[in-house]
């Protein structure tokens, strides 16, 4: 079985620039997360997506970060301008639609971002 | 916000010896789970806890979980340098089991 797919694997820009990634999360698999995770730091949950309706977007600092899941597989997270602050690396995940309690989470390589 | 707290941070171990992290949490859950990073492989699940188990095993990995006191432990018996990762616990909410939130992560060294 793939795994969660991600690309860039690494991606350095300047402040103020834009920048997108992508996501293609295991067939099937209709929830999808994106983290954000800081060095030294457990990654963060930004948004979720669940088919192509947003879940919950309650982290995503919507005024520079935008996500989307047009069809319900693919999703691209957007952040526009970056900050210094955004350097970290962005985790795509998935998971089946719950069927009982048991909830376990598949995750990409990750996109580490730079921002100098 | 993170909800786990782990310690320690770093641990440093020889192969053979058995590392035990803690995991510290805040509000009512209805699973815990531990997961594991490295650089090659990323974020890979180790192992669930139920809020109604007290202890779960999985090859060499033992997990226990006092929900009266929030917190949980790993065990990782006689280590290898395989083991060598970040390792983090993660809760979900009572009211939404479909959100993780992740802990700070304890840094396992283990040297051959």
């Known amino acids: 079985e793939a795994g969660v797919a991600q690309s860039p694997r690494y991606k350095i820009i300047e402040k103020r620039q834009s920048v997108a990634f992508w996501c293609n999360p295991i067939s099937g698999h209709a929830t999808l997360y994106w983290y954000q995770q800081i060095l030294g730091q457990g990654p963060k949950l930004l948004i979720q997506f669940q088919n192509n309706g947003v879940v919950d977007d309650s982290q995503l600092p919507k005024d520079r970060f935008s996500a989307e899941r047009l069809k319900g597989v693919d999703s691209t997270l957007k952040i526009q301008p970056a900050k210094l602050e955004d350097s970290a690396v962005y985790l795509c995940a998935s998971t089946l639609p719950r069927t009982g309690p048991f909830y376990e989470q598949y995750f990409g390589p990750g996109t580490r971002l730079t921002v100098t | 916000s993170q909800q786990g707290e782990e310690d320690p941070q770093a641990l440093s171990i020889q192969e053979g010896e058995n590392a035990t992290m803690n995991c510290s949490y805040k509000t009512s859950i209805n699973n815990l789970q531990w997961y594991r990073q490295n650089s090659g492989r990323g974020l890979v699940h180790l192992i669930l806890?139920?809020?109604?188990?007290r202890e779960k095993h999985s090859g060499r990995l033992r997990v226990t979980l006092d929900t009266s006191k929030k917190s949980s432990s790993l065990l990782i018996t006689a280590s290898r340098a395989a083991d060598t990762a970040s390792y983090f616990c993660a809760t979900d909410r009572f009211e939404n089991t479909d959100k993780l939130i992740f802990g700070t992560g304890t840094r396992l060294q283990v040297f051959p």
């Open positions: 806890i139920r809020s109604n188990e």
